[in-house]
């Protein structure tokens, strides 16, 4: 199956859906993603050409996980068909256009006919075009990237928390990424406002003149042994010290 440069094509291409219509399956896929999960339809379209190798009543058409393995399972036995195994794993828990390039692949070995818009697959698919599309307040939060690219299906399929917390940890930085390019994009949306105590230390009162200069440097003066006080912002809060006498011990006794 060859690999071009290009850029990824939603849903199945023309050519592909027309195959599928010509070789009279029980039910048509109207969801890609969902219909061929549990492997059913992929079975009756092998069966179409190889019906002594793929007897399509040995296969199950419930939508539990344990079917869907056990159909597949028997699909990658037949005819050593060489499916890759992150398609299938996509695929079975209805991944982004896993579902898509199963379908594609699946017409490559039938027909001998290639596609121009077939890719090769990334390690895991996730939702990421989809959220490039939507607008910047629109698109997932870190939960809820975590709970669309992380399924149930798939945390069943394999049980292991250190697995299934390093797959949750790529999503989480896949995301935070994500959120550092809209940033370099979008600077405007994240600028943050001055605040009054900010805005006080750029621009401070101006020393009076004439005959408030006396009074000035008596003050300035009196403040002199006073104690200083810096604020977050750089700017300088004076405040006195204040002694209080401890009162003696002896005068608290009856």
Known sequence: MSCTQGPKKQGLPREVLKWLLSLSLTSYPKNVRRDFSNGYLVAEIFSCYY?????VHSFDKGTSLSAKQRNWSQIERKRNLHLMKEVI???IHCKPGAAELMVQE?????TNRSIKAVQCPESDFTDMEYQDLLPSLARSTASQAIKNNLR??????EPDITTNQRKAEVILLRHLQQKTAE???NPRRFDVKSNLGYLAAKHPVPPSSGDGNHDSQSSRDSMTNSCFSPTR??????FKEIKVSQ???GSLVN
Do not use: C, M
């Open 247 to 249: 009162p003696v011990r």
């Open 89 to 91: 794993d996509g695929t």
């Open 51 to 55: 019906p002594q190798e793929f007897p």
């Open 152 to 157: 149930t299906t798939e945390i069943l399929a």
């Open 183 to 185: 940033r370099v994009h």
């Open 233 to 238: 912002t750089g700017a300088v809060v004076p």
């Open 106 to 110: 699946v017409y490559t070995i039938l």
